[in-house]
């Protein structure tokens, strides 16, 4: 099966933002666009003004990942506003409120996500499951780049795919994390939709991104054919 690909912005140049999208703009599946505060993880990156000057230089559909402690309708809202196509919400942030989120969602007219931290198990999400537009599986502990890929995820990610077969669910899945040379074959022999790219395999090749994804495509199919 031949995987999408969803750049992951926090990975990108932020000198140089309108050039690295202008030349990501004709391959992209998605964009991946982390929304952190420092307390959900030690990291702090984008937010909802930067969703809304990208918005202005690219039709390609953002995936917003909000990891953001103590999750609010106000910090959705605000990413809806700025012209997200996908809300991704952690699981554990949702808590009771998981379907006053999706209500929200889907009443703007925008596909609802769920983010699956590595220890979190797929049976939690089986009453609201067929509304999950898609599924992020995180590689990693939400947070940085660079961290080890933590195998059990690919199970799950089977599980996934055989529970949408089997019930007739349309989420997308997609992996978040972990993915590089000694991975990528095992990643994309889980049948995965996308896979999100950042530092490693696609903006530390070439500073022209359209030469970088030309690159981070050759070297998929090297590692997965290893």
């Given at each position: ?13 932020l ?7 202008e030349?990501?703009?004709p ?8 929304v952190?505060?420092w307390?959900?993880?030690?990291n702090m ?15 390609t559909?953002l ?8 999750l609010?309708?106000e ?8 012209g ?10 949702m808590?009771r ?13 925008k596909?609802f996500?769920?983010v ?5 198990p797929l049976?939690?999400?089986?009453y609201?499951?067929k509304?999950?537009d ?19 995820v ?5 599980e996934?795919?055989?529970l949408?077969?089997?019930m007739g669910?349309t989420?997308?899945?997609q992996?978040?994390?972990g993915?590089h040379?000694?991975?990528m074959?095992?990643v ?5 939709d ?8 696609l903006?530390?090749?070439?500073h022209?991104?359209?030469?970088a994804?030309k690159?981070?495509?050759?070297d998929?199919e ?5």
């Amino acid at each position: 099966m031949k995987q999408k690909f969803a750049p992951s912005l926090m990975a990108m140049d932020l000198m140089n933002v309108q050039e690295q999208i202008e030349g990501l703009n004709p391959y992209a599946y998605y964009y991946h666009v982390d929304v952190i505060d420092w307390h959900y993880a030690r990291n702090m990156c984008l937010s909802p003004q930067f969703i809304g000057q990208l918005r202005k230089i690219t039709e390609t559909p953002l995936d917003v990942h909000l990891m953001v402690q103590d999750l609010g309708m106000e910090i959705v809202e605000a990413v809806c506003d700025a012209g997200a196509d996908i809300i991704s919400l952690p699981l554990e942030e949702m808590g009771r409120n998981v379907f006053k989120y999706i209500s929200y969602i889907k009443g703007r007219g925008k596909k609802f996500g769920v983010v699956l931290g590595p220890e979190a198990p797929l049976s939690a999400l089986q009453y609201y499951l067929k509304e999950v537009d898609l599924l992020t599986f995180m590689g990693v502990t939400p947070g940085f780049a660079k961290q080890s890929l933590i195998e059990p995820v690919l199970d799950k990610i089977r599980e996934a795919h055989a529970l949408r077969e089997r019930m007739g669910y349309t989420f997308e899945t997609q992996i978040d994390g972990g993915c590089h040379r000694a991975t990528m074959k095992k990643v994309s022999e889980t049948g995965v939709d996308i896979i999100i790219m950042g530092a490693t395999c696609l903006f530390s090749q070439d500073h022209d991104m359209g030469v970088a994804w030309k690159k981070m495509l050759a070297d998929y199919e090297e590692w997965i054919h290893e």
